[in-house]
């Protein structure tokens, strides 16, 4: 069994930074692919950032200059560092890692952003 799970969320002031932390555990290998997404209340699930075997990387317009995401193969984890945080990237970050076309999914965990 796969278990993706998020950690680092919490309350920022707008300005601030951030540290998400993503871990799976279980049957997991060859990950081929590790993002984040969001979803903020009354939207739809977006994509905020994702890298790919190789450290490519792609990123929401919403995220360039301010968010990156980085991974560690190793430890199976992945990670998002926020800076400058705006009051709408108020959300719940999902973090997903795809392993032989199987997308796998965390919990997600709160951003709060005030002004």
């Known amino acids: 069994q796969v278990q993706v799970v998020e950690s680092g969320g919490g309350l920022m002031q707008a300005g601030g930074s951030l540290r998400l932390s993503c871990a799976a555990s279980?049957?997991?290998?060859?990950?081929?692919?590790m993002g984040w997404y969001r979803q903020a209340p009354g939207k739809q699930r977006e994509l905020v950032a994702v890298?790919?075997?190789?450290?490519?990387?792609d990123y929401a317009d919403s995220a360039k200059g301010r968010f990156t995401i980085s991974r560690d193969n190793a430890k199976k984890m992945v990670y998002l560092q926020m800076n400058s945080l705006k009051p709408e990237d108020t959300a719940v970050y999902y973090c997903?890692?795809?392993?032989?076309?199987?997308?796998?999914w965390g919990k997600g965990t709160l951003v709060t952003v005030s002004s």
């Open positions: 279980g049957s997991i290998f060859a990950i081929s692919a």
């Open positions: 997903t890692m795809r392993s032989f076309g199987t997308d796998y």
């Open positions: 890298i790919f075997n190789g450290d490519s990387t």
